[in-house]
């Protein structure tokens, strides 16, 4: 019977874990919820001001202090994960992408991190150099807390601290899916052409002065886009990650009561067995 009581604790055990799981996942999709509409509601304004600096490119000058192409020596990476764990290969994907850049693409150059995200400066800070981490981004997520790392990016570069700067993060295209993105911060990307671009604009007061506050909303907008993306894409992945182990878990349990049921009865056929035999024994 001592295999019974073992098979019952593990049958208790995994129920337990079972409802954690479960209302992990509820709790995750909750989150997911706000966070996808979020980032949807975001897109609108994120694309019209993509739209309207692709009819500005034009007028950007090379010795604009954020276009400036210099010699890459230093290169500054923003690793994006999350503050828990919990939630499959989110944040290791981020690891692998990070550590790629820093000893594989960018490996003649002096390579620095900032970290958004308690996971990801674990676990940098134990092989890499990390200027900076920012753990309490998540817990009051908004335009103005976003906007002073942006700011502090930007005087790096313009300092000549770095000479580029990247940004990794998960993209969220769906719950099930995220997908890892190395996009370039500074200096800003040549505006590739778009057909927005035959758009008639009167410009006020002048297309030099638009440009002048427009790189740095877009620089924020753009570092701000990408903390979102990866929070939702965070919820996804617990979401679902929790919905495999709950699967998984229920499937454990099964297998489990099978195993006692069957464990049960062979105890149960046994000692009838011995009844009988000890009966036939004493008719002899």
């Not at 900076?132 to 300092?159: P, T, Y």
């Not at 990307?189 to 671009?197: G, H, I, K, P, R």
Request: neutral net charge; glycine residues 2%.
């Amino acid at each position: 019977m001592a295999n019974l009581k073992e098979i019952r604790n593990r049958i208790s055990s995994v129920s337990s874990t079972m409802q954690i799981t479960s209302a992990m996942k509820m709790v995750s999709a909750a989150k997911l919820k706000k966070a996808q509409d979020a980032i949807t509601a975001m897109r609108p304004y994120s694309n019209k001001l993509t739209e309207i600096l692709q009819s500005l490119s034009s007028s950007i000058d090379s010795d604009n202090k954020y276009a400036q192409k210099r010699k890459v020596k230093k290169v500054l990476i923003v690793s994006i994960t999350s503050n828990r764990g919990l939630c499959g290969g989110f944040n290791s994907n981020i690891f692998k992408k990070s550590t790629e850049l820093a000893n594989s693409v960018y490996n003649d150059t002096d390579v620095s991190f900032v970290a958004i995200g308690k996971k990801g400066n674990d676990f940098l800070q134990k092989s890499y150099n990390v200027e900076s981490n920012h753990i309490d981004i998540f817990d009051n997520l908004n335009m103005e807390s976003v906007s002073l790392i942006a700011e502090s990016l930007m005087q790096m570069f313009v300092n000549e601290d770095f000479d580029k700067i990247d940004i990794v993060y998960n993209k969220f295209k769906n719950a099930a899916t995220q997908v890892v993105v190395n996009e370039q911060f500074l200096p800003i990307s040549d505006v590739e052409d778009d057909s927005n671009n035959n758009l008639d604009y009167i410009f006020e007061p002048s297309k030099k002065e638009i440009i002048e506050e427009l790189i740095p909303k877009s620089l924020k907008n753009q570092l701000f886009k990408a903390i979102r993306d990866s929070w939702a894409s965070e919820h996804g992945a617990r979401m679902t990650a929790m919905h495999k182990a709950t699967d998984n878990a229920t499937e454990l349990r099964d297998q489990l009561k099978l195993a006692y049921n069957q464990a049960r009865q062979a105890a149960i056929t046994n000692e009838i067995l011995e009844i009988v035999g000890g009966a036939e024994a004493l008719n002899n």
